[in-house]
């Protein structure tokens, strides 16, 4: 899937050192529109924040379903029982501002937005509240690229590198 990056006014990708600093001061993660299903990238996600040393408190937003993974599921970013650090969004990216507003009214500290999920709009309105942005990046895989789990959960890779191989 190809991602169009509009540029963002006042705001430029994390770098690795700045995602890796944002990983270690999240505490307590928000999931909006995980999924119930297993073959769903958000349950495969979900299942490696619970079960991995990622040690975040996760909690899950889905109105359409009671339970994930044994979890409860909240119908909204409100009616989480506190403010997570970090709004983990899967979600089409059509649907990011109205969540980057939801996270703004609850105070979250940043707005992270899936692997091939990109909103200008949403993106702004997160950044003009102070809050920390990534997009079009995945939580589990930066989360195991720095703290050496790539090989847990779906990615043997022995080795990172950018060389290619034939």
Not at 92 to 97: I, K, N
Not at 103 to 112: L, N
């Amino acid at each position: 899937m190809t991602v169009t990056h509009e540029s963002v006014p006042g705001w430029s990708e994390p770098s690795a050192a700045e995602r890796l600093a944002l990983l270690n001061r999240t505490k307590s993660v928000a999931m909006v529109g995980v999924s119930a299903n297993a073959a769903r990238p958000s349950n495969f996600v979900a299942t490696y924040l619970l079960s991995s040393s990622a040690d975040f408190q996760v909690y899950f937003v889905n109105p359409m379903v009671e339970e994930i993974l044994g979890q409860p599921c909240y119908a909204s970013l409100a009616e989480l029982p506190e403010v997570p650090d970090m709004v983990n969004v899967f979600r089409r990216s059509e649907d990011l501002p109205e969540v980057a507003e939801e996270a703004v009214a609850i105070g979250s500290q940043s707005f992270w937005a899936q692997l091939g999920l990109w909103n200008v709009e949403a993106a702004t309105t997160a950044i003009n509240a102070g809050m920390d942005v990534v997009m079009d990046r995945c939580l589990k895989i930066e989360h195991a690229r720095f703290h050496g789990g790539l090989h847990l959960a779906g990615f043997d890779t022995g080795v990172i590198d950018s060389r290619i191989r034939s």
